[in-house]
């Protein structure tokens, strides 16, 4: 079955074609990450007119690098939430277009379940149940995955996503947009116990994250030490207190939960310390650890194709009158 997928929540324009939710033939991402640098993060309106813009000719091209024709297509999976209103809406039109156009199936993915079928395209042997740490811009939330579309949520955060954690320190930092690769590159020249920044473990058993008071102690570090700010130390150190306790919860709740696999997901997914470090903690615990490579782990349609093949085989199509969503947690 071949599946042509469609990525726009944020900003990165996104189309992929993937077989029978494992083989990639194309997965091609135009990323506005230089237009969005100018203002520090992203504009919603100026992120929908370059999709706009892009999707079209990624359609084609996405097309012709699977060496197949429209008519080869036999079903349009598209992100319709949760993300920026004004870009979900530029890809589910096309998809639908599409849809209709060709006469073929539709399924509205959400966007979470996207990053967790990007494990499946990395190690399609990869078993159930597992626990995935789900780390993007918006979103920090730690599942048993226990099937295709099940899963019992574990955790989330409180209060600020992981990455948008990383975004605002390396603002505050200097070190410009975006901020999690910044903080990742800066922090490789700094030593992570120069400053020590609190872990938010909240209460006995857990399984919620919270980021804010990191945030407080590292703009309140940066206004006392002044000129003297050592930007390399306070980014490693930075770092390791969200990293310690992003591995820290995952690991922990493998061990109760006695589940020997660990999937780790979305763009924080892409951090060197965090793929240490769960690499060596579960490398000596004997779990499997699966992080899919950067490619996959930052937005992409691969990820989107993949899910809706699994959507579509356990619920089947989607009414092609669906909205676009700006916010819905992933249910479970
Ligand atoms: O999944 P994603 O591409 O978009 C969303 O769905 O949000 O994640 C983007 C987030 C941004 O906050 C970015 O700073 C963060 O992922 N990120 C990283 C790294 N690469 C991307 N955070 C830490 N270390 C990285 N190497
Ligand atoms: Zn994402």
Not at 65 to 91: C, E, F, K, W
Not at 270 to 294: F, W
Request: proline fraction near 4%; aromatic fraction near 6%; charge should be negative.
């Amino acid at each position: 079955m071949n599946v042509l997928g469609i990525e726009t929540s944020c900003d990165e324009t996104s189309v992929a074609v993937v077989r029978d939710g494992v083989e990639i033939l194309s997965n091609l991402i135009a990323s506005q990450v230089d237009i969005h640098a100018l203002t520090g993060g992203v504009v919603p309106e100026v992120a929908a007119r370059k999709h706009v813009e892009r999707l079209g000719v990624l359609i084609e091209e996405a097309l012709h690098q699977a060496n197949l024709r429209y008519s080869d297509i036999d079903l349009i999976a598209v992100t319709n939430r949760p993300g920026l209103v004004g870009a979900l809406m530029v890809g589910v039109s096309a998809g639908k277009a599409l849809a209709y156009a060709l006469g073929k199936p539709i399924v509205a993915v959400h966007h979470l379940e996207g990053h967790i079928a990007s494990n499946f395209l990395t190690a399609p042997d990869l078993q159930f149940p597992f626990i995935c740490l789900i780390v993007s811009g918006g979103h920090t939330d730690l599942h048993i995955v226990e099937g295709h579309g099940r899963r019992r949520r574990l955790g989330s955060t409180r209060d600020d996503a992981a990455g948008e954690a990383f975004d605002k320190a390396a603002r505050l930092l200097g070190l410009g947009y975006p901020g999690g690769p910044a903080i990742d590159r800066t922090a490789k020249g700094g030593n992570p116990q120069a400053v020590s920044f609190p872990r938010a473990w909240l209460e006995e058993g857990s399984y919620d994250f919270s980021f804010s008071g990191l945030k407080t102690a590292l703009l309140r570090y940066v206004q006392q030490t002044g000129d003297a700010l050592n930007v390399a130390d306070a980014a490693a150190s930075f770092q390791e207190a969200i990293v310690d306790v992003l591995a820290g919860k995952t690991l922990h709740a493998a061990e109760q939960y006695e589940v020997p696999r660990i999937a780790v997901c979305g763009g924080v997914a892409a951090n060197s310390r965090l793929k240490e470090v769960l690499s060596e903690e579960t490398g000596r615990r004997g779990y499997q650890l699966v992080v899919p490579p950067l490619i996959l782990c930052t937005d992409n349609a691969a990820m989107i194709a993949a899910a809706g093949y699994y959507q579509y085989v356990t619920s089947g199509a989607t009414d092609i009158d669906f909205d676009t969503i700006a916010s819905e947690a992933l249910a479970g």
